[in-house]
């Protein structure tokens, strides 16, 4: 992707479709309109994936509790999502068994749970050998020793998947790079332009270099997340139906000091479900679900949010005792749901919905991450059915295709691609751990970075990793910041936050070689660099 040459194609040529957001969202819709023979568009304020869609839980999951709702058809779609995806990029969307435990006095008791579940497989379309399994107590404790004994009654297996948010949604923009689409980041709309009171194209700010341009396009589609509000009020259109939108907090701790065997979803006594998932050298455990109120650009965890899931998993594990001296990193993000007068965060619906102004503008709100390819193909669908000649465009394929480092026939291949690599990086004296954490970062784009690693040796593994990682971000994936790497690019500032604290200054210099920055420019990115380091781990 070349920014540069994506910014004059911008300003030139006319699109059918422009896409505001690049979230999982938009990029979704990006790629499925592109394949089908839209001339499209995709612009960025910040960097791709830099809202929700870095901050979720990090699981293409089938939303089992929104079977309490009673929402089936969204458990029925999501769940079916699950395998697609998983086909799609088999080293990004991982399988995981994950552990219910079941308690005498809370949740919904041994049989309805396990009747639950097996309506979740039925709806989800699961196969045979991942179907849920019940467990006696005895195994339950089994599976997972450091769970409170005393009131545990059984247990459950049953799947999920585990991924990383972030690399999906870049990874679908990539695609839809290579399907045709027109794409930038750091690209902010300002306003829209309008012929005979329809919308007719946008005025976007390049805010790299400070120009402000005009985009011609037919129809334009809002798939802002959190901000989609704020451009349905800059085409007067806020009317009707609007967000609401919760708080959901994620902490990190050492694996040492939440051994947990698998990942776990267990419920607390207020009657959320929250998640400990282990993940290499740590465990990230969350998430909570609160109005929130304050300001979209900066979203941090509280205190009173970290002491919230540190009470939970003490209470859950008694014997880890986690303090707020654990805690390694976190990060909060924001769900753009449906108001629904009279409910409370947990229980509104996680189904997404589209808006159309009377100018034209199209708004997607809601949704969930596993559900990104569904809600782009009904966009696509209503902007060819009502916008354009039907005939003239090819149907959703997305479902077929293979995203960039997947080509691998099944999971054996991922796993055989891991001990190749490992044997690789182990003659430049890094880990094993190394190369699986490439493998499901990057899949088989792994070997472009093991390659270039291998000509560029300070003598420092662990930097040069961090370089070449540097180097393929740059190059092949439009990051233009360090915090677009250690972030979006890596994970790395969340799950690796002692490694990132050492190398940060590193990490900038590279940059800063690369973009030929004066040092004004180079300072400035250390400040930020610094500045994200430290919000992962200040609990106002």
Wanted: aromatic residues 8%.
């Amino acid at each position: 992707m070349n920014r540069g040459r994506n910014l004059s194609k911008l300003q030139s040529e006319p699109f059918h479709l422009l896409v505001i957001g690049g979230g999982i969202t938009g990029a979704g819709i990006a790629l499925d309109a592109a394949s089908r023979g839209l001339k499209t568009a995709l612009v960025e304020r910040e960097d791709f994936a830099s809202g929700t869609s870095s901050r979720s839980t990090k699981l293409i999951h089938g939303g089992l509790r929104y079977l309490k709702q009673l929402e089936f058809a969204l458990v029925k779609e999501v769940g079916s999502e699950r395998a697609i995806v998983h086909k799609l990029a088999p080293h990004l969307v991982v399988p995981e068994k994950m552990l219910l435990p079941l308690y005498e006095r809370r949740g919904l008791g041994y049989w309805l749970t396990s009747i639950g579940l097996k309506i979740y497989d039925w709806l989800a379309g699961v196969k045979p050998e991942d179907q849920r399994k019940m467990l006696t107590r005895l195994q339950t404790l089994n599976h997972e020793p450091l769970l409170k004994k005393d009131d545990v009654k059984g247990g459950a297996i049953y799947a999920e998947y585990r991924t990383d948010d972030a690399r999906l949604t870049i990874e679908i923009i990539k695609l839809a790079a290579q399907k045709g689409a027109c794409i930038a980041n750091y690209s902010e709309l300002t306003d829209f332009n309008y012929t005979n009171d329809k919308i007719s194209g946008a005025m976007v700010v390049d805010r790299v270099a400070g120009v402000t341009f005009s985009i011609d396009a037919q129809v334009i589609v809002n798939a802002t997340g959190p901000w989609v509000d704020d451009l349905r009020i800059i085409n007067q259109s806020r009317v009707g139906k609007q967000l609401h939108l919760t708080k959901g907090v994620h902490i990190v701790v050492p694996f040492h000091r939440l051994p947990v065997r698998q990942a776990i979803y267990f419920d607390v006594p207020d009657g959320r479900m929250i998640f400990a998932i282990p993940r290499g050298r740590i465990t990230y455990v969350g998430t909570t679900d609160t109005d929130y109120h304050g300001k979209k650009e900066l979203v941090l965890a509280t205190r009173e949010d970290v002491n919230y899931i540190l009470q939970a998993v003490n209470e859950t594990f008694p014997s880890v005792l986690l303090t707020l001296a654990d805690v390694e990193s976190s990060w909060a993000g924001l769900r753009p749901l449906i108001h629904e007068e009279g409910k409370s965060a947990s229980e509104l619906s996680r189904k997404d919905e589209i808006f159309e102004s009377p100018t034209g503008l199209i708004s997607i709100a809601g949704g969930k991450l596993t559900g990104y390819r569904k809600m782009a193909e009904r966009v696509v669908d209503k902007v060819i059915e009502e916008r354009f000649d039907s005939s003239e465009f090819k149907p959703c394929t997305t479902g077929a295709m293979i995203l960039p480092g997947g080509d691998f026939n099944d999971y054996l291949d991922v796993k055989k691609l891991e001990a190749e690599l490992a044997g690789k990086l182990g003659a430049l004296h890094l880990s094993g751990n190394e190369a699986t954490n490439l493998v499901h970062l990057y899949g088989t784009q792994s070997l472009q970075i093991v390659k270039h690693l291998e000509g560029h040796q300070t003598g420092d593994p662990d930097l040069d990793l961090l370089l070449a990682q540097a180097w393929f971000a740059i190059h092949h994936e439009m990051a233009l910041t360090p915090v677009d790497l250690i972030n979006r690019r890596s994970g790395l500032l969340y799950f690796n936050h002692p490694k990132i604290s050492k190398y940060a200054a590193q990490i900038v210099h590279y940059f800063a070689k690369e973009f030929e920055w004066n040092d004004e420019k180079t300072g400035e990115q250390v400040l930020q660099v610094n500045k994200a380091l430290e919000e992962v781990i200040r609990f106002n």
